[in-house]
């Protein structure tokens, strides 16, 4: 009996299918693009029953309306082979029936009894991960992740994967020793150095963190889209903080956007990036106007809460006619959507919709109030708190721009403790405290904006 890359048996495999599996399975645990030769293997052999199934994952992780269609049709080949296949296959042919009909619950039930079984399927745990992730759990990320770790210590994309759970939990420490030792066994593992910059991040270590993707870009080489824009968004947010702020619109222009611009994760990167530079005071000149060119196409895409938000605010941005329809189609879907994800859509993506368009129409008090309901849930939209950060920094500005002084004070605060010499952060301490009458922490905000500017010049 044939077994894939990590030791897991297959029913059929013949040797040019094989191939592909093993590449889908490596690709896929280190977002390398050889992961996307699983579907021509599955079109040219159709009875390899795991070869379709991951044909299939891979079309559902487009993130799009149309996607269950396309993977409806490997779901098909591969339930014909399925008698034939062995549990952990059939098991996973449950996880892509499940996911088709958006019953979450159900595949990830399914995810849990296969990493239960067979705690080599680390695509399992990969697809088990990200379904948590997007509704917030991240302890139940994490749990998954240790209950196999000790079957694959010899696996970085194992440690990786824990590494990432650990730190979504705030378990800094815990997640910087699992990241590394990710790196011991794999220097190109990118989401251990994801998980990496994240805690750098966290913690403030800002020069650290510029520094380690610095030295560790050099082997982010066959990466796929999301991946390759997602490192180098990481890395424009810590030239944001420096205050290197034409840089971090170069990474923008040369890294964020333009490698896959119909892709889900690549837009939405591209939203919270432009969104942040200009936050900061930067002119990002007709960008919006080009993003919203691709966004236009998900004016009714309600896939996530997490990439709604995002394209809407995109679309509202440019001022564009499809924002108003994605505004309506939340609305609906507040109303429709299954029952797992019913109340969030109604609790959390709504109003915060409502706010974020409010926002982009400079109605800052409405904005303010509607973002002030969703954000306390915030989480349960999905996303990592990095990026869910974004909507934190929209709310701070609503606060700015409504003369809530007081309240962003406060959110500033919180903040610099964070990220002590940050540039944005102190340069709008300055205007803050001037306006509550506080000329001398004004000038001290002020002196830590200068200083930083004369550690790291444009």
Same mark, same amino acid.
């Given at each position: 009996?044939?077994?894939?890359?990590?030791?897991?048996?297959?029913?059929?495999?013949?040797?040019?299918?094989?191939?592909?599996?093993?590449?889908?399975?490596?690709?896929?645990?280190?977002?390398?693009?050889?992961?996307?030769?699983?579907?021509?293997?599955?079109?040219?052999?159709?009875?390899?029953?795991?070869?379709?199934?991951?044909?299939?994952?891979?079309?559902?992780?487009?993130?799009?309306?149309?996607?269950?269609?396309?993977?409806?049709?490997?779901?098909?080949?591969?339930?014909?082979?399925?008698?034939?296949?062995?549990?952990?296959?059939?098991?996973?042919?449950?996880?892509?029936?499940?996911?088709?009909?958006?019953?979450?619950?159900?595949?990830?039930?399914?995810?849990?009894?296969?990493?239960?079984?067979?705690?080599?399927?680390?695509?399992?745990?990969?697809?088990?991960?990200?379904?948590?992730?997007?509704?917030?759990?991240?302890? %139940?990320?994490?749990?998954?992740? *240790?209950?196999?770790? @000790?079957?694959? !210590?010899?696996? /970085?994309? +194992? $440690?990786? #994967?824990?590494?990432?759970?650990?730190?979504?939990?705030?378990?800094?420490?815990?997640?910087?020793?699992? %990241?590394?030792?990710?790196?011991? *066994?794999?220097?190109? @593992?990118?989401? !251990?150095?994801? /998980?990496? +910059? $994240?805690? #750098?991040?966290?913690?403030?270590?800002?020069?650290?963190?510029?520094?380690?993707?610095?030295?560790?870009? %050099?082997?982010?080489?066959?990466?796929?889209?999301?991946?390759?824009?997602?490192?180098?968004?990481?890395? +424009?947010?810590?030239?944001?903080?420096?205050?290197?702020?034409?840089?971090?619109?170069?990474?923008?222009?040369?890294?964020?956007?333009?490698?896959?611009?119909?892709?889900?994760?690549?837009?939405?990167?591209?939203?919270?990036?432009? +969104?942040?530079?200009?936050?900061?005071?930067?002119?990002?000149?007709?960008?919006?106007?080009?993003?919203?060119?691709?966004?236009?196409?998900?004016?009714?895409?309600?896939?996530?809460?997490?990439?709604?938000?995002?394209?809407?605010?995109?679309?509202?941005?440019?001022?564009?006619?499809?924002?108003?329809?994605?505004?309506?189609?939340?609305?609906?879907?507040?109303?429709?959507?299954?029952?797992?994800?019913?109340?969030?859509?109604?609790?959390?993506?709504?109003?915060?919709?409502?706010?974020?368009?409010?926002?982009?129409?400079?109605?800052?008090?409405?904005?303010?109030?509607?973002?002030?309901?969703?954000?306390?849930?915030?989480?349960?939209?999905?996303?990592?708190?990095?990026?869910?950060?974004?909507?934190?920094?929209?709310?701070?500005?609503?606060?700015?721009?409504?003369?809530?002084?007081?309240?962003?004070?406060?959110?500033?605060?919180?903040?610099?403790?964070?990220?002590?010499?940050?540039?944005?952060?102190?340069?709008?301490?300055?205007?803050?405290?001037?306006?509550?009458?506080?000329?001398?922490?004004?000038?001290?905000?002020?002196?830590?904006?200068?200083?930083?500017?004369?550690?790291?010049?444009?």
């Amino acid at each position: 009996m044939p077994r894939d890359c990590l030791g897991n048996a297959l029913s059929a495999a013949p040797p040019g299918t094989l191939q592909a599996v093993d590449d889908f399975v490596a690709g896929f645990l280190a977002y390398e693009t050889r992961a996307e030769r699983i579907v021509r293997a599955a079109d040219e052999v159709e009875d390899c029953c795991i070869a379709n199934v991951y044909a299939g994952f891979l079309w559902m992780l487009l993130e799009a309306p149309q996607a269950p269609a396309h993977a409806a049709r490997y779901l098909a080949a591969a339930e014909r082979t399925a008698p034939d296949a062995t549990r952990r296959e059939q098991l996973n042919v449950e996880v892509l029936r499940a996911w088709i009909a958006d019953d979450v619950p159900r595949a990830l039930a399914a995810c849990a009894r296969v990493t239960d079984e067979f705690p080599r399927d680390l695509v399992l745990l990969k697809l088990e991960q990200y379904f948590e992730f997007n509704e917030g759990d991240f302890p %139940a990320m994490l749990r998954a992740a *240790l209950k196999v770790l @000790e079957h694959n !210590a010899d696996v /970085a994309y +194992a $440690h990786g #994967m824990a590494a990432f759970a650990y730190e979504e939990c705030h378990l800094l420490g815990e997640a910087e020793r699992a %990241a590394r030792r990710a790196l011991e *066994l794999e220097r190109k @593992e990118p989401w !251990a150095q994801h /998980a990496l +910059a $994240h805690v #750098m991040l966290t913690q403030g270590r800002i020069e650290e963190g510029a520094r380690f993707l610095e030295d560790v870009a %050099a082997t982010w080489t066959e990466l796929n889209s999301f991946m390759i824009t997602h490192l180098w968004w990481h890395a +424009a947010l810590f030239d944001l903080s420096r205050g290197r702020f034409a840089r971090a619109l170069e990474i923008y222009d040369r890294h964020c956007w333009g490698v896959a611009k119909e892709y889900s994760q690549d837009q939405v990167g591209a939203v919270s990036l432009l +969104a942040r530079l200009e936050m900061a005071g930067v002119d990002v000149g007709r960008r919006w106007q080009d993003l919203a060119d691709y966004l236009a196409a998900r004016a009714e895409d309600t896939v996530q809460p997490f990439l709604t938000l995002q394209y809407l605010y995109g679309l509202a941005r440019a001022e564009r006619a499809e924002a108003r329809t994605l505004l309506k189609a939340v609305r609906q879907r507040a109303g429709s959507a299954p029952p797992h994800t019913r109340e969030v859509w109604r609790d959390v993506a709504l109003p915060a919709s409502e706010g974020l368009h409010a926002y982009t129409r400079r109605d800052y008090d409405h904005a303010w109030r509607e973002l002030c309901r969703a954000m306390p849930r915030m989480i349960e939209a999905g996303g990592s708190h990095a990026q869910r950060d974004f909507f934190e920094q929209i709310l701070l500005d609503a606060a700015i721009g409504s003369g809530r002084w007081a309240a962003a004070q406060q959110m500033l605060e919180l903040r610099r403790a964070a990220d002590p010499n940050g540039v944005p952060v102190n340069a709008a301490l300055e205007r803050v405290y001037a306006k509550l009458g506080l000329a001398t922490l004004a000038d001290e905000a002020r002196g830590r904006v200068a200083a930083a500017r004369a550690r790291h010049p444009e």
